[in-house]
DNA sequence: TTAATAATAGTAATTGTTACTGTTTTATAC
DNA sequence: GTATAAAACAGTAACAATTACTATTATTAA
């Protein structure tokens, strides 16, 4: 399974060789690094529509359906992974090693888990499963911080209101 | 978090009362109960569209929008999940208590992975999360018995078609 | 039976995403 | 450098899954 092999060109700037599969060579595009870039120093997990946004920032004709194909490009090279959660929109993350996210119910933020990360679970799947298992992902759920803190200041402001009524 | 409690009435066809939050009982619906019922008997996890389709036979009118809404009312309930992997759709579940789910990356099936739910995560991923954890759900994802069996069919016939040209 | 309202069918609108088309970039061969 | 081939682009249209809207019907409690 050689998927995805990654060269450098005379430039430095870097491009691929996509496998088999499609049997293309990848070109270099300035607006593919930069969602790349983008995202690397992002903490959270932006959807693409935020990645367009702030990409338009940079190259302010982009076009959505050009952040699109790149997102699912990058991800399809393992540059990138996709998070699909409950709500709407996909979610996007350069931290490819695998790890642990935490969906607000309430906000729809999502966070990363920095606990560590259960190696044996896809081995102990394998087990019982009768196909191939290559990998999953664990998506906790709950109310973020931030959610709780306003949450408790809202009943208070309630409880104030009643107060005042009485 | 006292949410939905359930009632039955004197016609023993039931009921629901809904929580505070949207303030409002629930009346019974025929259409409701029979997506339920769909549900309940069967073992893989149908989409809105699947769930659709067969209860046209019975109620044949029924329209897109109720089998959406009392998907998701039945979620919000608890009576059923909803599992949302990284393909297209949302499926359905009417089997609540927590277990895992395997996607097939080429063909799209969930199945049921008959594994120990490892019911310590919660509050191992509590200890470390700012917020608060209700749950989570793994999704593992591979290729079935089915979609091997076929792509090893394909390599062959492959193979003896190279045969017949030399 | 009546009154109140939840739920419905049918339809329109919205959202996230992909596909198409003519033009521009990129890489390679001369 | 220039020419050629193909990847990538911008812009737009199409699509699929889902939600919202509206007038009508079904369910419940009084």
């Given at each position: 399974m050689a998927e995805n092999v990654l060269y450098y060109n005379s430039n430095n700037s870097r491009y691929y060789y996509k496998d088999?599969?499609?049997m293309r060579t990848l070109k270099y595009s300035r607006q593919r690094e930069s969602i790349l870039e983008f995202l690397q120093g992002r903490e959270d997990h932006p959807t693409a529509d935020t990645v367009y946004i702030n990409i338009r920032r940079i190259y302010?004709?982009?076009s959505l359906g050009t952040v699109y194909r790149n997102l699912s490009l990058l991800a399809s090279l393992g540059e990138i992974c996709r998070i699909s959660c409950e709500d709407g929109a996909d979610r996007f993350d350069a931290v490819t090693k695998p790890h642990y996210h935490v969906v607000c119910r309430c906000c729809g933020r999502v966070e990363d888990l920095p606990m560590k990360w259960e190696i044996d679970e896809d081995r102990r799947a394998a087990q019982i499963y009768q196909g191939r298992i290559d990998g999953h992902t664990t998506c906790f759920y709950g109310i973020c911080a931030q959610c709780l803190e306003e949450e408790k200041n809202d009943e208070k402001s309630a409880e104030n209101s009643l107060t005042a009524m009485a």
């Open positions: 088999v599969k499609f302010p004709n982009i």
